[in-house]
């Protein structure tokens, strides 16, 4: 089965500027996770969709950091405006569910200067 | 709420060697209990998972790890590492808060450095 999809790998951008990611998850998986990895540390959830319902957001700035999953199926995590201690990878991950481990995607890793 | 510590940061061992990592969680009930390893510029990749029974497990590329209920542990073994083994791991706990509501929390992760 193929794996789950990020997009891009990579984005420099300026402090104050904004971005995007997207994630296109496992066909069929109901979960999916957007987690941020700063250097040296383990991932942190952000955010974490039921379908195209938010289950658990309560780690997200959500003065600046947004996402959606409007189909149910990929998702949009966006940064507006970007500040430099939001440089990191952020990591998508999906599951079926049920107390199973997640599949991860490649992340993006994000350089804000 | 669950938690996961790693209280390695950095391990070096030699190629051939065995290897041992330690992880210790922090949850009420019984876990459900995850090895992830992440080569450079990759994501995670699934090692092994325990759910209930044997406490023993098996995963991937020759690792283990064992479930100790009394000492809170989840530790991941290899009786002789490649060099390829060389990479970061994490420890990560998953657990129910309500609902559909499921999360895994991860530790801080260890860094192997493997010397030829």
């Known amino acids: 089965e193929a794996g789950v999809a990020q997009s891009p790998r990579y984005k420099i951008i300026e402090k104050r500027q904004s971005v995007a990611f997207w994630c296109n998850p496992i066909?069929?998986?109901?979960?999916l996770y957007w987690y941020q990895q700063i250097l040296g540390q383990g991932p942190k959830l952000l955010i974490q969709f039921q379908n195209n319902g938010v289950v658990d957001d309560s780690q997200l700035p959500k003065d600046r950091f947004s996402a959606e999953r409007l189909k149910g199926v990929d998702s949009t995590l966006k940064i507006q405006p970007a500040k430099l201690e939001d440089s990191a990878v952020y990591l998508c991950a999906s599951s079926s569910g049920q107390g199973y481990g997640y599949t991860f995607g490649s992340g993006t890793r994000l350089t804000v200067v | 709420a669950q938690s996961v510590t790693q209280p390695d940061i950095h391990i070096t061992v030699s190629e051939g060697a065995s290897l041992e990592l330690r992880c210790n969680y922090s949850y009420g009930a019984t876990p459900y209990l995850f090895w992830y390893v992440q080569s450079p510029g990759q994501g995670l990749q699934l090692l092994l998972k325990?759910?209930?029974?044997?406490?023993l497990v098996q995963g991937i590329k020759g690792f283990e790890a064992e479930f100790k209920r009394s000492q809170s542990s989840f530790n991941l073994r290899k009786p002789s590492v490649h060099w390829s083994d060389a990479a970061e791991y994490f420890c990560a706990v998953g657990a129910y808060r309500g609902g559909s509501n499921y999360k895994l929390t991860f530790g801080k992760g260890t860094l192997l450095t493997v010397n030829p």
């Open positions: 325990y759910f209930s029974g044997d406490t």
């Open positions: 066909s069929g998986h109901a979960t």
